[in-house]
């Protein structure tokens, strides 16, 4: 024992006798020191650190070309390209910020907003005419989309966070060196900054998504706005893919925006929306639809075993959520409706229940990538259509493609009880009336009338809402 305190005094006396400049010295206290130094020429070189004190508020409106990686029509390149004109405004102190997005992309044609404006936030469509106000606006995770694509407000993040980051090296891009320091901001994964050494200007930044892997975001062709050098183009790649191509086509500073959060009369409000827990929704006898934050599957229960139909992500959840009503049945059957990666997430789970997943052969690569490459996972192509059945109930799973949307989409149904389950096709919106049908929407609505279905309920993949055949006809209607 005696030797052992012996030697605990001689390393406490060692650290306290040991110069200061060996604790000065220390590899998290030279990161430390590095990034602040990177991020006071950053701020010199973004106007000074007072402009970026004093930019309050930033205006930008651009045009997007969005490359449709694994989410085109088909499930290998050229991806598909669509356009979207986007506004976006941000007002720092009284935490407001406003967008707007419209476009047509992939069969879905869209002229949506979001206003995060404390009490008055909502979010609104329109093409629906609706204003539906947000239970629970949250600033920082709305706006830090826009935020992470826009390199002056990273170096705002940075003069307001600096306390959290570190410089992680030098490296050099298209010849130019480079430092790298972290930003943590207020919610998501820590981002990698990518400085120039000599413009000392952002050019690029770099995040992890599990499951979806490296978030590559670039900013190019600065030009000056009021004594701030805003980037004028952008890029996103995802795992080096090129994603999306932004360009600014306006940019103001420190204007006011309050007027951009007021929506016309003309807009019905709706319902207020509030958060999508994870819930269990039994649509008929053993059968049920369970889902929150956006992704659901159906879950049919059959005599001696159970099909799932769906594969988007938090899969597992939905399982354990469905194991409360049908404990022991096994899933024997999980159907993708197509080859889209979130729709593709649950494949993993679907193979550790040892289901046999149903697909299209077109779609095989995918599907096993998205198993992890492992060859053992069993798969069953459909050709046309597949019927399920155990002589009391059946499940007809139909490949009603093409579509906008996809050369292949399985859709679940359910003669007896005429129960539709789609992904991606006709949008329900969790309030409020239907909003006018997209090219999606009518192909869906073609392909019903075209095998005779008899329909009184229609699930998706992406919402909580059942709806009927009269909201489909309501929404062809408009």
Request: proline share 5%; aromatic share 8%; charged share 20%.
């Given at each position: 024992m005696k030797n052992y305190q012996a030697i605990a005094g001689l390393i406490?006396?060692?650290?306290?006798?040991?110069?200061?400049?060996?604790?000065?010295?220390?590899?998290?206290?030279?990161?430390?020191?590095?990034?602040?130094?990177?991020?006071?020429?950053?701020?010199?070189?973004?106007?000074?650190?007072?402009?970026?004190?004093?930019?309050?508020?930033?205006?930008?409106?651009?045009?997007?070309?969005?490359?449709?990686?694994?989410?085109?029509?088909?499930?290998?390149?050229?991806?598909?390209?669509?356009?979207?004109?986007?506004?976006?405004?941000?007002?720092?102190?009284?935490?407001?910020?406003?967008?707007?997005?419209?476009?047509?992309?992939?069969?879905?044609?869209?002229?949506?907003?979001?206003?995060?404006?404390?009490?008055?936030?909502?979010?609104?469509?329109?093409?629906?005419?609706?204003?539906?106000?947000?239970?629970?606006?949250?600033?920082?995770?709305?706006?830090?989309?826009?935020?992470?694509?826009?390199?002056?407000?990273?170096?705002?993040?940075?003069?307001?966070?600096?306390?959290?980051?570190?410089?992680?090296?030098?490296?050099?891009?298209?010849?130019?060196?480079?430092?790298?320091?972290?930003?943590?901001?207020?919610?998501?994964?820590?981002?990698?900054?990518?400085?120039?050494?000599?413009?000392?200007?952002?050019?690029?930044?770099?995040?992890?998504?599990?499951?979806?892997?490296?978030?590559?975001?670039?900013?190019?062709?600065?030009?000056?706005?009021?004594?701030?050098?805003?980037?004028?183009?952008?890029?996103?790649?995802?795992?080096?893919?090129?994603?999306?191509?932004?360009?600014?086509t306006s940019t103001r500073i420190n204007k006011p925006i309050q007027h951009l959060a007021e929506h016309s009369d003309e807009l019905e409000n709706i319902a207020a929306v509030t958060p999508d827990v994870l819930s269990m929704q039994e649509l008929d006898d053993g059968v049920y639809l369970i889902g929150g934050t956006g992704t659901y599957v159906m879950f049919v229960e059959m005599d001696n075993y159970v099909v799932a139909i769906g594969g988007t992500a938090g899969l597992p959840d939905r399982i354990k959520e469905f194991r409360k009503a049908v404990p022991s049945k096994p899933i024997r059957y999980g159907v993708l409706t197509h080859h889209h990666s979130d729709h593709v997430l649950g494949v993993p789970s679907y193979a550790e229940e040892n289901a046999t997943i149903l697909t299209v052969a077109e779609n095989e690569s995918v599907v096993r990538a998205a198993s992890g490459g492992a060859n053992d996972v069993d798969l069953e192509f459909v050709n046309g259509s597949r019927v399920l059945g155990d002589g009391t109930r059946s499940v007809e799973i139909h490949d009603i493609g093409p579509t906008p949307h996809a050369e292949h989409l399985l859709i679940a149904y359910l003669p007896n009880e005429g129960i539709i389950f789609e992904a991606d096709h006709f949008p329900l919106p969790r309030t409020g009336p239907m909003p006018p049908a997209i090219p999606n929407t009518e192909a869906f609505a073609k392909a019903l009338a075209k095998n005779d279905f008899k329909v009184n309920k229609i699930v998706g993949a992406h919402s909580p809402r059942i709806a009927s055949q009269e909201d489909l006809d309501n929404a062809l209607r408009q």
């Open positions: 406490i006396c060692t650290i306290l006798l040991s110069p200061v400049t060996a604790v000065s010295e220390s590899l998290p206290l030279v990161a430390v020191n590095k990034a602040n130094e990177i991020i006071d020429a950053t701020l010199e070189a973004y106007g000074g650190a007072e402009t970026i004190t004093n930019l309050k508020s930033l205006e930008q409106e651009s045009t997007t070309i969005g490359l449709a990686v694994n989410q085109s029509r088909k499930p290998e390149p050229p991806w598909d390209k669509n356009e979207t004109e986007s506004l976006n405004a941000i007002e720092f102190g009284s935490d407001l910020f406003v967008t707007r997005n419209k476009g047509l992309a992939n069969g879905f044609e869209f002229d949506n907003g979001t206003v995060i404006n404390g009490d008055n936030s909502y979010q609104l469509n329109f093409r629906a005419k609706t204003a539906a106000r947000i239970a629970e606006p949250d600033f920082n995770t709305t706006s830090g989309p826009y935020i992470r694509i826009t390199s002056v407000l990273l170096v705002k993040q940075l003069q307001n966070r600096r306390q959290t980051s570190h410089w992680l090296g030098e490296v050099e891009i298209d010849g130019r060196a480079h430092d790298v320091i972290t930003l943590v901001m207020e919610v998501g994964p820590a981002l990698s900054l990518y400085i120039d050494q000599e413009t000392h200007l952002l050019t690029r930044s770099e995040r992890v998504l599990p499951p979806f892997g490296s978030v590559d975001y670039r900013f190019s062709e600065y030009k000056s706005i009021d004594g701030i050098p805003i980037n004028q183009e952008f890029e996103l790649y995802v795992n080096d893919d090129l994603n999306l191509q932004i360009s600014i």
